[in-house]
């Protein structure tokens, strides 16, 4: 296995990340992994995601971990119309590698990772679309009051210095999430979806996954964890679901 540092820049951005690449393969599959809302001021690397992306890479896949626009490791600062375009950034960036099979490539979503993941999938030509896609933990279809909370996460979280977030951003906050939240895109996605949820999400209401798979479209697989919580990665029954799901359709 190899272990590659790299470095993306759009515009004045530089996102940073690391490549997990199998020994000895011509051609590959790959999974781009997007992270969820930092909960602390430190990159992925040193998160967790450095040993999910050697699992996938285990199975014989390239596995691509990033730190998001406004988070730690990476510059500019959050919002999901960023996230979006940092997708598009890394997204092409694999999809260029000579030893990257480009009809081989998932995504696989975590939390707020997952709106512009979905978001990003439903508004890319077909003739790109990826392989398919897993959602972990999705906020869904988020109501007023609880937009309100989690715009709140947001600012307490850019006061730890978990994510950056420019000032007049605050006021376009909830009609951003508002226009991309995952229920009013998933139907346009065709590819295989499979989308997993912890009974025992504190923060994330099971509900939000049974809305997600009533308006998406087949094919489609709706798994529910009866004893995990919100950090899907972190949970070894959720883990062990989604590295078979990697094993068995890529």
Known sequence: MIEQNIELKRNNITLSGVLFIPEGKKKNPAVIIAHGLPSTPAPVQEKGYDSLGRKICALGAVSLIFNFSGCKGSGGFFSLKN????????????????YIDPSRVAFLAFSMGTIPTIYYVAHQNKTTYP???????????????????????????????GIRIEKEYDSQMLLEFKEYMPVKWIASILMPKYILHGRRDDLINVKNAHSLYEKAMEPKELIILKNAGHKLRQDATALSQILNILRNNL
Request: glycine content about 4%.
């Open 83 to 98: 996230w979006t375009k940092d997708l598009e950034l890394v997204s092409n960036y694999i999809w260029n590698l000579e």
């Open 131 to 161: 392989r398919f896609l897993i959602i972990c933990a999705c906020p869904a279809d988020l109501h007023d009051a609880r937009l309100g909370e989690l715009r709140l996460g947001i600012q307490l979280t850019n006061q730890i210095e």
